[in-house]
């Protein structure tokens, strides 16, 4: 479906990346029966669509945005070759195709947007809104600095935007979802259950007789698979931080003080004032105001009378405030004074002072200590990258991490045996390995003995080398290799048979209409009340919560937690449903979801009338697959 910008669920960082990169459309294209090559049209085109071409850098752009978007998110590095694993290179691509079609479709049709629907769509947009619920624009110009938009780029993308939905609003305009899909979702999202249930474990299924050696050798021959020996290998890993050094680098009195004065003056706080401020529809309002002001009446009592909003900028720089009339007026008022009416870029307003900090330069002995730090991580950055440096030469000349960590003084990390998950044989969890989920993920697709490329983590400014040193190859473990851990998953299955069992027993009897204290006498009945299906239940799996919305009032079900023996017996005591109508946003977001199908499927066409070519060879330059063939 598509995804609308203003979508509530996202953070505002998405919404502006959306805007920007994604227009109205979050759509994966798929392209078949694609050459290699275009012909006819120059290499720096990755597609084309209609006669809108889609340039290289425009894709590089894109898809390197979207690598650092999904990097932070998960809060690692996301490597091309992960992203062209998962798709997001044909993704990206499938979304500037799309804008493109749309602006071709729009074109022909002479549609467009002018400057004030532009600025209303800014102006009404709720990521640039503050606490108050009205336009912000000190908010608005740092969520954009802050995404290296600039306003002049993020305005005509909006326009653009405005301009598709147009087009795409046209769609669906009078599709309303039947009162049976409502009611549907309605009941679904709301509905609640009451229960009260038994937990069985271990403990119910008593003592399991250990198995004959005949049995259990059959049992091994039938699931050797489940007691294969992993992959194990031999690893060096040399992880160079500059935190590791920065203990190493000591900054004397006499360097911190020479430090001190060099940077007296970057250190010296502005001033700050607390302003607050009120927009009006008219320069004639804005004046009429400011002459009740000076008759004696309040700030606030006006705002309220006239229905309109003090907005508090808070406690800030001169510098901080984007409207340049505003700054200047507001810095030459005195403590607790009001302005006369301000042509600002967004309105006439009033603004008042309420406290002035002056200057200040804050003095040695406060700053001493993080000052101190700074030189010493500086330091640190510096040795950091020198040793960098000397660890490349050294691996280009064909020495190994032991040797190099020998050579220069440098610890290495020796990991003797290590599985994907990260386990030792005995089954213990390897320690202390730095990213170890990206280290894994690329020493379990290296070669043996083969040089590998280094991890750098921009983040904390810190590289990881490592090296494939040995291979165990995944192999069936003999019977006395897997006995103890084959005896144990026999008694599990045993216990869990003996469980079934005996949740079976308790819930025929209390579908018979007995009490938990006679079906399951000695255990312990819990009750959880009025849950819904997406409630995180305390005692309950996922497992289990799903049986009980497929269980009818006052009968019994099952639960079997995954990755556990245990069984829970559960009757259903109550069912609860909404008894109001479903509200007027739910049938909207219903509404919204069937016109974003129709949308999308009206791009797909559109993009099959227009003719799409991509140019892979190009795609594989920008995304690195092209190094790999």
């Known amino acids: 479906m598509l995804q609308g910008f203003r979508s509530g669920s996202r953070t505002i960082l998405t919404q502006i990346v959306l805007v920007i990169l994604m227009g109205l459309l979050t759509i994966s294209f798929v392209f078949w029966g694609i050459g290699d090559v275009f012909r006819g049209f120059g290499g720096q085109t990755v597609a084309k669509i209609g006669g809108t071409e889609i340039r290289i850098d425009n894709y590089r752009r894109a898809f390197n945005d979207r690598l650092q978007d999904i990097g932070r998110q998960i809060n690692r590095p996301f490597t091309p070759d992960q992203a062209r694993a998962m798709g997001v290179d044909r993704q990206v691509l499938g979304e500037l195709v799309a804008?493109?079609?749309?602006?071709?479709?729009?074109?022909?049709?002479?549609?467009?947007?002018?400057?004030?629907?532009?600025?209303?769509?800014?102006?009404?947009?709720?990521?640039?809104?503050?606490?108050?619920?009205?336009?912000?624009?000190?908010?608005?110009?740092?969520?954009?600095?802050?995404?290296?938009?600039?306003?002049?780029?993020?305005?005509?993308?909006?326009?653009?935007?405005?301009?598709?939905?147009?087009?795409l609003g046209a769609l669906g305009g009078e599709v309303v979802p039947s009162k049976t899909l409502t009611d549907a979702f309605w009941r679904l999202q709301n509905e609640t259950r009451t229960i009260e249930y038994v937990r069985l474990t271990l403990a119910q299924a008593g003592a399991i007789p250990s198995p004959s050696e005949a049995d259990l050798k059959t049992y091994f021959d039938a699931n050797k698979a489940a007691f294969r020996a992993p992959e194990y290998r031999t690893l060096r890993v040399l992880h160079l931080t500059p935190q590791a050094l920065v203990k190493d680098i000591t900054i004397g009195d006499d360097e911190l003080k020479k430090a001190y004065e060099q940077v007296k003056e970057r250190l010296t706080v502005a001033e700050r004032r607390q302003i607050d401020q009120i927009t009006f529809a008219s320069l004639d309002d804005a004046k009429a105001a400011a002459d009740r002001l000076a008759k004696g009446e309040k700030f606030e009592a006006i705002a309220a009378q006239l229905k309109l909003t003090v907005v508090p900028l808070g406690l800030i720089a001169k510098s901080e405030i984007i409207d340049a009339p505003v700054a200047e007026a507001a810095f030459a008022l005195a403590a607790n004074a009001t302005s006369q009416p301000i042509a600002g870029r967004f309105g006439p307003v009033l603004v008042r002072v309420s406290k002035i900090e002056p200057q200040r330069t804050p003095g040695f002995d406060e700053v001493s200590k993080s000052l101190r730090e700074d030189l010493q991580l500086r330091q640190a950055l510096l040795r950091t990258q020198a040793l960098h440096d000397k660890i490349e030469d050294e691996r280009g000349a064909g020495l190994t991490l032991e040797e190099i960590s020998k050579k220069l003084n440098v610890p290495v990390i020796s990991v003797d045996a290590i599985d994907r998950s990260g386990r030792r044989p005995d089954g213990t969890q390897v320690p202390n390995l730095p990213n170890a989920e990206a280290l894994l993920s690329g020493a379990f697709a290296a070669q043996k003995n083969v040089e590998t490329d280094a991890i750098e983590l921009r983040e904390t400014r810190s590289t990881i080398w490592y090296e494939v040193v040995d291979i165990k190859p995944s192999r069936e473990r003999t019977f006395e290799e897997a006995k103890a851990s084959a005896e144990t998953r026999w008694k599990d299955e045993q216990a869990g048979k003996k469980l079934t069992e005996l949740a079976v027993e308790i819930q025929k009897k209390l579908d018979g209409g007995a009490a938990f204290a006679a079906a399951a006498p000695n255990l312990k009945v819990e009750k959880s009340e009025k849950f819904n299906r997406a409630a995180t239940v305390p005692g309950l799996d996922t497992n289990t919560v799903a049986r009980v919305f497929l269980t009818a009032k006052d009968k019994a079900g099952i639960g079997t937690p995954d990755g556990s023996t245990d069984r829970i017996v559960f009757r259903v005591t109550a069912t609860d449903v909404p008894a109001t109508a479903p509200p007027a946003q739910l049938i909207q977001q219903l509404t919204q979801s069937i016109q974003e199908d129709l949308q999308v499927q009206y791009v797909s066409r559109l993009q099959t009338q227009l003719g799409l070519r991509v140019n892979e060879a190009a795609m594989r330059q920008v995304t690195g697959a092209a190094e790999q063939r």
């Open 99 to 167: 804008d493109a079609a749309l602006d071709e479709k729009t074109k022909s049709l002479g549609l467009s947007a002018t400057d004030a629907i532009v600025r209303e769509r800014v102006m009404n947009f709720s990521g640039f809104k503050g606490p108050d619920g009205n336009f912000d624009p000190v908010r608005y110009q740092a969520l954009l600095r802050n995404n290296n938009f600039t306003e002049a780029t993020f305005l005509a993308a909006e326009k653009r935007l405005a301009i598709r939905q147009q087009l």
